[in-house]
């Protein structure tokens, strides 16, 4: 079975600086998908930025990108000149590809990440 | 573009008492269907998921069910509710590709049970 863990509960940063949230994750699966969700106060979940695992460049949002490391099983969110809105708990998520995936998003715990002024 | 809705937003019902959470998404047809509970300070845990009207899964067996009456509509019912069923009940729907598709998430339904 798939675990995703993320091993920050809380973290925070100062607004404009840079910060980076870990996740790892266990699978024997070759091919899936990896997502970083948002959950601001208003705990809707909202998408910040996904990997596809056969690719090997790491994704990049805007001020969001990810550091991908396959072989390791590690999926790391940075998140650049940070803002007041980024304060929220933030999601790593994995997704099995192919016929045998029913589409259910294995998540880890969470880090909240406050951003000071 | 699309949107998911979820209503109520927030629920407070009695032990024993019968539940009824709707999700509606627009925008989009034949999407895949998902539902979500989330306790307090934690991740996700997949409930249901459907691929199409009446075509129901069940991940995790519970009080709980699910049916989809129409294609963008998504219901979550109990007859009798528990203490352990409070937790934020969330709604996701994707573009129906072999399930390997992004996921995105209604507003979500705030339940607690007393």
């Known amino acids: 079975a798939q675990t995703v863990t993320q091993s920050q509960p809380e973290m925070s940063v100062q607004e404009a600086e840079t910060v980076t949230l870990s996740c790892t994750y266990d699978?024997?699966?070759?091919?899936?998908?990896l997502f970083w969700y948002k959950q601001p106060p208003s705990r809707q979940m909202i998408l910040v930025i996904r990997q596809e695992a056969y690719k090997q460049q790491n994704a990049t949002e805007n001020r969001f990108s990810v550091n991908f490391q396959k072989a390791a099983k590690s999926f790391s969110l940075k998140i650049s000149d940070s803002q007041l809105g980024d304060t929220a708990m933030y999601f790593c998520a994995f997704m099995k590809h192919g016929s045998s995936n029913t589409g259910k998003l294995i998540f880890g715990q969470g880090t909240t990440l406050q951003v000071k002024p | 573009s699309q949107t998911i809705h979820q209503w109520p937003a927030t629920l407070v019902q009695p032990v024993g008492s019968p539940l009824s959470l709707e999700c509606t998404v627009e925008?989009?047809?034949?999407?895949?269907l998902y539902w979500y509970r989330q306790a307090a300070g934690r991740g996700l845990q997949l409930l249901f998921y459907?691929?199409?009207?009446?075509?129901i899964s069940s991940e995790v067996p519970q009080n709980l069910s699910a049916s989809r009456p129409q294609d963008r509509q998504f219901i979550l019912s109990s007859k009798k509710l528990l203490l352990s069923d409070s937790g934020f009940y969330l709604c996701?729907?994707?573009?129906?590709?072999?399930?390997?598709?992004?996921?995105?998430f209604g507003p979500g339904t705030r339940l607690t049970v007393l």
């Open positions: 996701a729907w994707s573009v129906r590709q072999a399930y390997t598709d992004t996921q995105y």
């Open positions: 925008g989009t047809s034949n999407p895949n």
């Open positions: 459907s691929v199409g009207i009446g075509q």
């Open positions: 699978t024997s699966e070759n091919n899936y998908y």
